[in-house]
């Protein structure tokens, strides 16, 4: 019966990418839809949709899990949208990761897994930090995460224009890099076609606000994010059973999600 009824009530779009033509489309469209019931009825397209960080908004997920590591993934966002913010943490990523890398990895052998990253949520963007950790429990690492989000600032403070141009380059040139092969090339159109854009231009809009990033930019990208008390964050926090006695870390404000389903009835969502 449930597939009676997902075969029956569906909106079916197809992409194709690759060595085409039109007569090569219509044959799939066609055959696809043969296999369509004939009482079948469109419906409305929808998809997933994404958090709406909002102004002070702080998202904790607590649990125990049965290997012995801590793991921490602890993100703030931007709290404009947009593509310019999406840019900026871009460049900002390259150095934050390296700092982050080298600082938790290899000067305090922390974890091997840890590291500094940027990541999109739909229009918004964030940045933040994650870490494998068989040394320290869940509320002396987020303790950790803290200090570092302080001593980075101090390394981006004094951070040279040369420096930055290097960021920058390095940005744009992996932005504009050819693709290596079909997967690479399809990736950008895609995303852009499961959003609706048919423009296709995502990444070219992305590589044009990158080529105006400054360093006064990212700076105020990290005064907004990481520094802003009032920035969205999303924490997640697994306890190793080698750490089962000690305690998680309780953020200020925090919204602490016990039910997944209750949690997601109650945040907004971008349209």
Same mark, same amino acid.
Do not use: C
């Given at each position: ?21 039109? %007569? ?13 019931p ?14 709406l ?7 904790v ?98 951070m ?46 992305l ?16 005064? %907004? ?32 999600v ?13 349209k």
């Amino acid at each position: 019966q449930l597939k009676q009824q997902t075969f029956g009530n569906n909106e079916l779009r197809v992409f194709t990418f690759g060595n085409y033509n039109q %007569q090569d489309v219509d044959a799939i469209a066609k055959a696809l839809t043969a296999v369509l019931p004939v009482a079948h009825k469109a419906t409305e397209f929808a998809r997933s949709k994404a958090w709406l960080p909002q102004p002070g908004e702080t998202i904790v997920l607590q649990k125990d899990i049965d290997v012995a590591d801590v793991a921490i993934i602890d993100m703030t966002v931007h709290p404009i949208a947009g593509y310019k913010q999406k840019a900026q943490a871009q460049v900002l990523q390259g150095h934050f990761s390296t700092i982050a890398f080298d600082k938790l990895r290899t000067e305090e052998q922390l974890a091997y897994a840890v590291d500094g990253l940027a990541r999109p949520i739909e229009d918004y963007s964030a940045i933040g930090l994650f870490i494998q950790t068989p040394v320290k429990d869940a509320q002396t690492m987020q303790a950790r995460f803290e200090e570092f989000k302080k001593q980075y600032a101090v390394e981006l403070d004094t951070m040279s224009e040369e420096t930055f141009a290097q960021l920058k380059n390095a940005a744009l040139v992996s932005l504009k890099e050819q693709p290596k092969n079909l997967s690479d090339e399809m990736g950008p159109l895609i995303g852009d076609w499961y959003r609706e854009n048919f423009a296709f231009d995502s990444k070219e809009k992305l590589i044009a606000e990158v080529e105006k990033v400054t360093l006064a930019d990212i700076k105020d990208y990290y005064q %907004q994010t990481m520094l802003n008390p009032q920035a969205a964050r999303l924490n997640v926090q697994l306890r190793g059973s080698k750490f089962a006695d000690k305690p998680f870390a309780d953020l200020p404000k925090q919204t602490l999600v016990t039910d997944l389903q209750a949690h997601f009835n109650g945040i907004k969502l971008q349209k």
